[in-house]
């Protein structure tokens, strides 16, 4: 059994210090919100695996390989003989402004389907990770999300969803449509506050949603909310935990360390106080440097951001 699985699409992304459209020199990185969180876990020494496709060219032997060197389990991913890497290109327009674009349609990731998921679920796993992102890029990607949520919630496995609605790749009433039964195999649903809604009744507040998703058997809603921190929402109310007051340089890839720090306090057990300080502690890591998980800390890193779980 590893601790947590995780199943997605892996992105290369390729970083451009200024405006794409006048070219210069990119930085290749792997991306992808599942692989990000699958990292987050295994820095702090949780075994963490991820299952998906990759291309079978050297960008896909990228992806693998970026996996492995940060101990993350790469034995469910297939390499698909037949299509391309998925690509995301990030361009800083201004300091504090980065645009991304996606090159993923017809992707290797996108060809997801439940037979490549059968044998990493059967492996068995404490956690398993999923995200809005995944069954949004397919429709056997959809299948094979819905069915792994269904498949490890009858099993009893402790089932983390986080919303991550992206406007790119379907319209809000498609997400809700998949995302509100998705979230009621979950254990845990991380959103932030202007996706509750996609789990829950159009135009719910966030206090209606999670109400909703409690009553639907959720046991925790957590919601983002940044520089000001988290709300989680449970049977027994609602706790709040401040954010980590640190310069942002880079925001993306900060709301998949905030979920990898919640499950790694859940892994170990930590009360909800603490399971949050460690979320907030993670994504004041990530925010503070740059790439999506490149500054995510090992286990006795933890304490070099004040405030944060340490242990
Ligand atoms: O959360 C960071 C992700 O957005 C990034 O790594 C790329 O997975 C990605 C996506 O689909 O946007």
């Known amino acids: 059994d590893v601790d947590l699985l995780t199943v997605g699409e892996a992105l290369v992304s390729l970083r451009s210090p200024g405006p794409l459209a006048t070219g210069g020199t990119l930085t290749m990185h792997l991306a992808g919100a599942e692989c990000n ?45 037949d299509r391309p890497a998925g690509l995301m290109f990030l361009e800083r327009r201004t300091a504090d402004v980065t645009r991304v674009r996606y090159n993923r349609a017809g992707s290797a990731g996108s060809a997801l389907n439940v037979d490549d998921l059968r044998g990493p ?11 809005g992102i995944t069954p949004a890029l397919s429709e056997s990607a959809r299948e094979a999300v819905t069915w792994a949520a269904r498949e490890a919630s009858a099993a009893g496995t402790f089932v983390s969803l986080d919303v991550n609605y992206r406007a790119r790749l379907w319209s809000r009433a498609a997400a809700r449509a998949t995302l509100t039964p998705l979230a009621g195999y979950a254990s845990v649903v991380v959103a932030s506050a202007d996706e509750l809604d996609l ?20 046991r ?3 919601v983002k909310l940044g520089a000001d921190g988290a709300r989680a929402y449970t049977r027994d109310g609602v706790t709040e935990a401040a954010a980590v007051p640190v310069t942002a340089v880079d925001t993306v890839g900060a709301g998949d360390a905030f979920t990898a720090g919640y499950l790694s306090g859940h892994l170990d057990r930590l009360d909800l106080v603490d399971r949050l300080r460690r979320a907030v502690a993670l994504g004041a890591f990530a925010v503070a440097a ?19 779980a340490a242990g």
């Open 37 to 81: 969180v699958a990292i987050g876990l295994a820095r702090l020494g949780h075994r963490a695996a991820w299952a998906g496709r990759v291309s079978a060219d050297e960008l896909g032997e990228f992806v693998l390989r970026q996996l492995r060197a940060e101990g993350v389990g790469a034995d469910g991913a297939h390499r698909d003989p």
């Open 121 to 131: 679920l059967a492996a068995g796993a404490r956690v398993l990770h999923l995200t």
């Open 199 to 218: 789990v829950a009744e159009p135009g719910a507040d966030e206090t209606t949603a999670a109400a909703d998703l409690l009553r639907r058997g959720v």
């Open 220 to 222: 925790t809603v957590l």
């Open 290 to 308: 740059h790439g999506d998980w490149e500054g995510l800390p090992r286990r006795d890193e933890l304490s070099l951001i004040a405030g944060s």
